[in-house]
């Protein structure tokens, strides 16, 4: 037996060394008297020798088993009796299912058997259950394959260390997308639950891959949301926009996961579900009081107060930008830059520019968040309606206006004509009368002819006439019927000291549109500098039998003082441009100058400190003025 015991010494070293790769058990064989005499059965090749690798199992389809005589054993080889009265009636169980032998073969040297070879299909064995031997009542120790020598083994342990490598990275994306891809598998594999890192990869890192993000960012959101109460900045503000956004993606890549049928998914499922509602009354909350806090200005502002009036002047004249032709309907942006003057008069205080900045990224947070996509609030346009009667232009009129353009509804061209009437500036009518003609844009207007319009209007602010000239011209040989572009020809031949081409032009703007505010005020300009007062009477009082425009009465008041016709001013200016604007400097002086020339000075005087009052910053002409009646005494 020395042989024998020297020989499995060096198979137990072997096994000892190679334990993950093979297994073994013992079984009673025979029995004589009151001996018991047992067998090795080993996993082995196909030659009946011990693996030497996993794959080299992996890489054949069948299972071989070896009978081998151990020290226990009646003699060191087996007998042909003991092959066909012992060894032929060892069978393989697996939940006591008998498993089909494919065949058994003896292995001899020397003329002996010194093991006995048994074949199986890895088909008929399920690999990642225990496995028994069984002789009459005998049974063996149970044969558990390692988990390395599983087909797929490979490859998720391969994935749960690439897996372990991006936690430690906290590469989460990386983790999210290979995660996906080990629990598809999963669902395939029949041997992957059997293996040391089947929690990992289907509970622990699938919910750690998903939550950690989402936790991570709901940190920084409560650190930046603690701060933005604290400082009210835009940026903090951007930030929780930039973490909800980046929440709402991450969210939604990891929500797959919580559909596989894994022990956390429920709770994964949960988590996003909590974090969606938290974050969606947080992010609520946070507009709310952000916006409220940066549009308070003008949600509570009145006009005595040179902030309000000067942040709702810009917004206005922003408004009015809009003014080009283009369709406004459904298209009113406040997405302007301002120009040198305009910014220039935020430099009043240093904090101001950054103050109507923000005002403009709160109204564009409100109008995100609004259903009808609204510029204005009702807050807004309820504490501009409460200060309308001390408005100097119409504000109200135009930021509602400008609200019905974004919904399209045709209360736009009802407000329009009310801001025509009260506007006392014929840049902003000629704004807003190019707003009510584009509304929409008609299908007359073809693409080139409105971008020959729109090349001719920013030429002409850049104050290049004789191109905006061209540009206007081109647009009129491709539609001569069109009233404003006629208008603006003309206007460019005036400023290139065509005053007779330009009155023409203007003339035939007229004819084309009769109702046609703008060249009727510039017609008046041109009778101005010819001092033809008697002719702007007679013009203003047709135009006024059109249109109830503050500017038309002006003019009218005007012609009357210039021709001395001092009571009919004074009516004018009292009952027609003070009850379409009662908040008008012009007007006021105008009022002064002709209660000075009737020498009533103390009503002069009345009058010109009104002017001081609408606009208490306009100090050279009042001094003036109150200097001429201050000589007269």
Known sequence: MKPLKSWLALCAITLLSTLSIAQSTEIVYKQKGKSNYKLTIQLTDEQGLALQSAEQFIASDKVYFSLIPNEESEREYFKESDLKNELLSIALYQKNEQKRLQAIQPITSDGKIIRVLLTYLKSDLQLWKPMTFRKETMLSGEIVFPENYFDDFEWFNNKYQSLRKFEKNEKYDEMLALELEVLQQAEKSTTFSYMQFYTALTEDLPFKTASAPIHKMMDEYDEVETQLISTWEVADFKRLNEIEVALAKWMDKAKPYSNFKYKKSKELDQLIQNTNEKLTL????????????????????????????LFVDLLYQTILKNGGFKSVSKNISLDYPLKKEEESKLDVDAGWKQQYNDLLFA??????????????????????????????KPYFEIFSAANSAVAGTDLFLELVEESIKKSNSIEDISKMEIMKICYPLTDEMSESFVTNLNNGIKKLNEGKWKDADFSFELGIRQNSQFAPAWYFLGYCKY????????????????????????????????LEEQGDHTKILQQSKEALAVHDVFLFRLWKAKSHFMLKQFNEAIDEIKNGCLRLNPNNEDAYYLLGDVYVALKKIDLAREAYLTTQQINPFESALFNEKMSAIAQMK
């Open 282 to 309: 947080r992010q609520s909350f946070n507009k709310d009081r952000f916006v409220a806090k940066k549009m308070s200005i003008i949600e509570q502002g009145k006009y005595d107060q040179f902030q309000f009036q």
């Open 363 to 392: 109204l564009q947070t409100q109008q995100q968040s609004d259903s009808a996509g609204l510029l204005f609030n009702e807050n807004i346009l309820k504490n501009l309606y409460t200060e309308i009667v001390y408005q100097p």
């Open 495 to 526: 400023k290139q000291g065509e005053v007779f081409s330009a009155q023409s032009r203007i003339d035939q703007a007229l004819q084309l549109y009769p109702e046609y505010v703008t060249p009727k005020l510039f017609l008046f300009s041109l």
